[in-house]
C-alpha cells in the first residue's frame, strides 16, 4: 500500500521560512510527477509547486521567487522550501504524488494527509 508522509508545517511569523517534506513509501514501480497543493479556509484546493521526474518545476504566480520545489528521486521525497512567507500563504498543505503500481500500469493521484502552515503578521 502506498503511503505519502508529510511533515515541517507550523507556525511562523510573516517574512519567515519552513520546509515540508513529503516521502512516498510502499511497493511501486515509480513515481511520474510529484507536487504541492493547498487549502485555505473556505477555498478551492490550488497548486503551489510540482516536479516532473527529470526535475521540470512549475510554480504559482503567487508563490514565485519565494518557494522551491525539490526532490530526491533515491528517498522517493519531495520539499517545498518556502521563504519570505505571507499571512496569506495560510493554509493545508497537501502532497501529490503520480504513481505507476507495476511495469504496465498507468499512474494514480496519491495524496498525503496534509500539514497545517499558519502565517501570523
Known amino acids: 500500500q502506498v503511503q505519502l508522509v508529510e511533515s515541517g508545517g507550523g507556525l511562523v511569523q510573516a517574512g519567515g521560512s519552513l520546509r515540508l517534506s513529503c516521502a512516498a513509501s510502499?511497493?511501486?514501480?515509480?513515481?511520474?510527477?510529484m507536487g504541492w497543493y493547498r487549502q485555505a479556509p473556505g477555498k478551492q484546493r490550488e497548486l503551489v509547486a510540482d516536479?516532473?521526474?527529470?526535475?521540470?518545476?512549475n510554480y504559482a504566480d503567487s508563490v514565485k521567487g519565494r518557494f522551491t520545489i525539490s526532490r530526491d528521486n533515491a528517498k522517493n521525497t519531495v520539499y517545498l522550501q518556502m521563504n519570505s512567507l505571507k499571512p496569506e500563504d495560510t493554509a493545508v498543505y497537501y502532497c501529490?504524488?503520480?504513481?505507476?503500481?507495476?511495469?504496465?500500469?498507468?499512474?494514480?493521484?496519491?495524496w498525503g494527509q496534509g500539514t497545517q502552515v499558519t502565517v501570523s503578521s
Open positions: 501529490n504524488a503520480q504513481i505507476v503500481i507495476t511495469y504496465y500500469g498507468r499512474s494514480l493521484d496519491y
Open positions: 510502499g511497493s511501486f514501480f515509480r513515481i511520474s510527477a
Open positions: 516536479i516532473s521526474s527529470g526535475g521540470s518545476m
